[in-house]
């Protein structure tokens, strides 16, 4: 699911701003300026306690069984990213940030839905610049607040016919 949401960001984010959006934790070159980054802070939090428990039965991905039993516990943890906004001036990074954090905050909300992520909160813009050597890298940025749905499946097969051989003895019956 964490490969899931790091893609839907740097497609959504840059379909909607034209900018390229990269990991803050990479070994690569940085872009040209204007650019976005982001970085998992919490990767996976328990929100609750044991998750839910489903148990059914679906029809089998074999073909010589009728049914599997499908047992699976959901879960829906807690991820925390956190996004910045980079370019030549303070003023240029601000108004980047704010496109970034409405996207956050509204037009995203679809793409996400459709993959079982829900944007909890989007949280307070800050300045992040940094003082490198003998100039400014212009840094605003936030965090996002995710939930998404966990899901652990165990599938097992099921018998669908046994034939029970029958002896008849003094005793009664052996199976």
């Known amino acids: ?3 899931t949401l790091r893609q839907l960001v740097v497609k959504g984010m840059y379909e909607d701003t034209g900018l ?3 990991d803050t934790d990479n070994p690569h070159k940085k872009p040209p300026y ?3 980054s982001f970085k998992f802070i919490t990767l996976r939090q328990n929100v609750g306690e044991n998750g839910v428990e489903s148990k059914h039965f679906e029809p089998s991905l074999n073909p010589d069984f009728k049914h599997d039993y499908i047992e699976e516990i959901t879960f829906q943890p807690k991820v925390i990213m956190s996004f910045n906004a980079y370019a030549d001036d303070i003023v240029a990074c601000q108004e980047l940030a704010y496109k970034a954090w409405e996207w956050f ?3 995203s909300r679809q793409l996400f839905a459709q993959n079982n992520i829900k944007v909890v909160t989007v949280g307070n813009m ?3 610049s ?3 050597a003998d100039y ?3 840094r605003v940025g936030f965090d996002v607040e995710f939930r998404i749905v966990h899901r652990i499946e165990n599938r097992t097969e099921t018998i669908e016919h046994y034939k029970f051989n029958q ?3 003094k005793r009664g019956v052996d199976l």
């Open 167 to 169: 002896k008849k003895t």
């Open 136 to 138: 400014y890298e212009y």
């Open 105 to 107: 905050c509204f037009q």
């Open 130 to 132: 940094i003082y490198i």
């Open 34 to 36: 204007p650019f976005y």
């Open 20 to 22: 390229v959006v990269v």
């Open 126 to 128: 800050t300045d992040r």
């Open 1 to 3: 699911m964490i490969k």
